[in-house]
């Protein structure tokens, strides 16, 4: 690796969100679905969940792109910026409305921007933070002052209401219960909002070589969606074996690379698998005296929508002089994530 | 815009590829799928292409990461740089194998490649170009020597055999005899090899604000697999409309941009829509003096490979001091994409 050279520094201007209709509970989650209720609240672990389909008369209300949209335009508007000075927009999804155009290109759309380099990330989770990671490149260039970071994610086409889950075995069962629907979104800019937060740093690291996916989403086609194969493939065990760990060397990766102590954290963002999976990833982070900033037990796993959600709540109550980082995880092939905040 | 700061420059060292099996002609595509061989030969002008299905007994013999991973192997040998110096890896696609994990990931497993960043892009064939532009932020940054961009597509599972397409209208079945499979790469770096070729300057801008999609290309889930909705959409006429205008706009905006007359460019690399497509477009290009370098007659529209693969031929014939121009549209949602190289 070579020492970067100088470029202009890139600050969060601010954070917003979509999540559609009203929060769903585990009671009328496991009505829809026909599942054990107690089982949601002791093995997820996730009290709401928002979905952008109806779940009682199967209605799709949102796209992809209208939450993105959404989200987009609150980020916009929570900092006072004007759409007009979007240069660029960066897109993380893992489920994006149709394989061309890319989502993003809609989103542009629904913005009412035009003549602009948009960029679309195939990814879960840590699919936000490649956004955040591609927009700083983008802005470090000095080729662009200010553009979009959004994260989202929509599990519309895989939520299948029809099928019998009484006798589904849990690692399949997971699957139709940990997920939500939502976007997120950050105004980024070499330009700082009156509240001045930088983006220190930025990781986003493959570490899967000669593992197994920890989690799969397949999709199908006109030639093979009658195949009766598993579309959905979550190694629960693997991933509560070592996702927790995985987050502890992001935390001590990002902390030694800032120069900074455990102990000048004031918020830490943990990964927002589920409720009670976020509960034991914290324990094990082992940064008490930071706050915590989740999300995921009134949410649901929105997966790129996740990161951009704890930011928006985290700019709410960051302060002069105090210190964040977020960690992710995505299990599917073992994606070290993670950024790093400093309120200047 | 700003000015950019002071960053490396960069160079393409070397370009590889994968076509998977032997070359299907038209006579062979025309007797698999049921349609008339003169109708191909004619209005699509494609003579044969590649498929990572074997159309006889309907095997699937490649995925899309097998041949990514060859493409960027391949691209590696050529210019004899060790895998070991790479740093990133960026794929564009609009055919991921899954949703997640993203195919990039697979591919680094395959290229014995861990810890370090992975970017997957998705979009048409301008993502080939958007992977160019990520890999030159990433190396621009200083933050990175080299890295490898990757574009490739498989239509296997869109690919039915089995459907009976003898009463289909042409702007469906022109769906089912453009496309072919395929990957290509590139290997980029700030330093380069003994053939110096620079990447000057690299377009990629959605102009879609307004317009109805030029292609649709969707996929199922679980949910709704057994909808009847069409997952292929071409309006054909929009593309024959809209992408030689546009193609002239890239050509020009490019040249300008870089200070180059249009007398000035070695070698020209016009879009890749079909056979029949590329003539037309390249007639109204109207720079005869550039020599044209075009593949998808041989190796069908395979998407984001295309780009790759004319640069790969590129590579082969280029000599110093000479000037080269690529222009790509994406006409899902009108993306203007190009790059230029010149060889120091």
């Known amino acids: 690796m070579t020492t970067p050279g100088p470029s202009p520094s890139v600050h969060v201007r601010s954070a917003g969100s979509a999540l559609p209709g009203e929060p769903v509970d585990n009671t009328a989650l496991a009505a829809a679905l026909g599942v054990n209720e107690e089982w949601i609240d002791v093995f997820i672990g996730t009290r ?47 489920t994006p409305d149709h394989l061309m155009p890319a989502t993003v290109n809609q989103v542009a759309d629904q913005l009412g921007l035009d ?12 699919g936000a933070v490649q956004a955040l990671s591609v927009a700083q490149y983008l802005i470090g260039s000095g080729e662009f002052t200010t553009g979009l970071a959004i994260g989202g994610d929509v599990c519309t086409k895989h939520l299948d209401l029809r099928r019998d889950l009484s006798e589904a075995a849990p690692g399949d069962l997971v699957n139709c219960v940990l997920f939500g629907d939502g976007a997120g979104a950050a105004v980024l800019s070499s330009r700082p909002s009156d509240k001045d937060v930088a ?89 008490p005296e930071a706050r915590e900033i989740s999300c995921v037990a009134d949410t649901g796993n929105n997966g790129n929508a996740l990161p951009f959600l704890q930011l928006e709540l985290l700019l709410r109550e960051m302060t002069s002089g105090q210190k964040a980082l977020a960690v992710a995880v995505e299990s599917s092939k073992w994606i070290k994530a993670g950024f790093a905040l400093e309120h200047l």
């Open 48 to 94: 709401t969940r928002h979905f952008a389909r109806d779940l009682t008369s199967g209605d799709i209300r949102w796209t992809l792109a209208d939450l993105c949209a959404d989200a987009a335009a609150n980020a916009l508007e929570s900092s006072g910026t004007d759409p007009a000075e979007v240069e660029f927009l960066v897109l993380g999804t893992a």
């Open 115 to 126: 003549q602009l380099p948009t960029y679309q990330l195939q990814s879960g989770c840590a």
């Open 199 to 287: 983006l220190r740093r930025v990781l986003n690291r493959c570490t899967g070589l000669g593992r197994e996916p920890g989690q799969i989403i397949d999709w199908f086609g006109l030639a093979d969606r009658d195949e009766p194969r598993q579309a959905l493939i979550e190694d629960y065990k693997a991933i509560e074996e070592s996702v927790p760990t995985m987050a502890v060397e992001i935390l001590w990766e990002l902390l030694d690379s800032l120069g900074w102590a455990a102990g000048d954290l004031d918020f830490l963002l943990p990964p927002q698998l589920s409720g009670r999976m976020t509960r034991l990833i914290t324990e094990q982070l082992g940064v």
